[in-house]
């Protein structure tokens, strides 16, 4: 089964920096991971997209985000990262990796999540 495994989350003061990386495992050679990104959900408030990225770089953010986060992919490694230089209070939320799986053959796309992992941020 494909798994999504989050890591770097913890605390931060605000204006401080996080990593997040997310490794996508058991993909085997059967399976193209076309997008990879992470989105955030914060208590009470809906799951928002946070950034993404595809397997040919494009990359979208969300407005809030803009110039703190960087999003980056290792496609060999199955691999993608958000750096958070700046962070705010109201970045405080889970960050959810997030991929969206083609399967070579028979074609078909499959989305999956990791777990979570909990950012906070402290004035």
């Known amino acids: 089964q494909v798994q999504l495994v989050e890591s770097g989350g913890g605390l931060a003061q605000a204006g401080g920096s996080l990593r997040l990386s997310c490794a996508a495992t058991?993909?085997?050679?059967?399976?193209?991971?076309?997008?990879m990104g992470w989105y955030r959900q914060a208590p009470g408030k809906q799951r928002e997209l946070v950034a993404a990225?595809?397997?040919?770089?494009?990359?979208d953010y969300t407005d809030s985000v803009k110039d703190r986060f960087t999003i980056s992919r290792d496609n060999a490694k199955n691999t993608v990262h958000l750096q958070m230089n700046s962070l705010k209070p109201g970045d405080t939320a889970v960050y959810f990796c997030?991929?969206?799986?083609?399967?070579?053959?028979?074609?078909?796309?499959?989305?999956?999540w990791g777990q979570g992992t909990q950012v906070t941020v402290s004035s």
């Open positions: 997030y991929a969206k799986l083609r399967l070579l053959w028979p074609a078909n796309e499959f989305d999956a």
């Open positions: 058991g993909t085997g050679s059967i399976l193209e991971i076309n997008t």
């Open positions: 990225i595809t397997s040919g770089g494009t990359i």
